[in-house]
């Protein structure tokens, strides 16, 4: 996956030119994120399709939204994967979106 960790120029412009709202909004995807990772995980571990294909389908909408690329795309993978009934390979993606979660926090540090 080589998506753009954030098109911060994209975001930008989606919101305005409002920077501080653009922070705000992505403190709000970094927590829901922290949140919602351990009932992925437990959706992947149980199988539960519908669970997971909910919560990421949630937090793909969020991150694309804020043109958190690399982050909204594992997010795809992950609620397709609810669709069709398969969890194979779902801890690459789970991976992914620790990382992107990670990165994007260190982001905000430096904006």
Known sequence: MQEKLIDFEMAME???GDKE??????EELIQQ???SLPDIKQAVQT???TELRSLAHGLKG???NLNADRMA???KQLENMGLEGSVDGAE???EIVEVANNKLREY???I
Do not use: P, T
Request: proline share 0%; aromatic share 12%; no cysteine.
């Open 73 to 75: 795309s594992a997010l």
């Open 33 to 35: 994120v922290d949140e």
């Open 108 to 110: 905000l540090q430096n």
């Open 62 to 64: 969020a991150s694309a």
């Open 92 to 94: 690459e993606y789970i």
């Open 14 to 16: 989606r919101l305005g």
């Open 47 to 49: 199988k539960s399709f």
């Open 21 to 26: 709202f653009l922070v705000e909004l992505l």
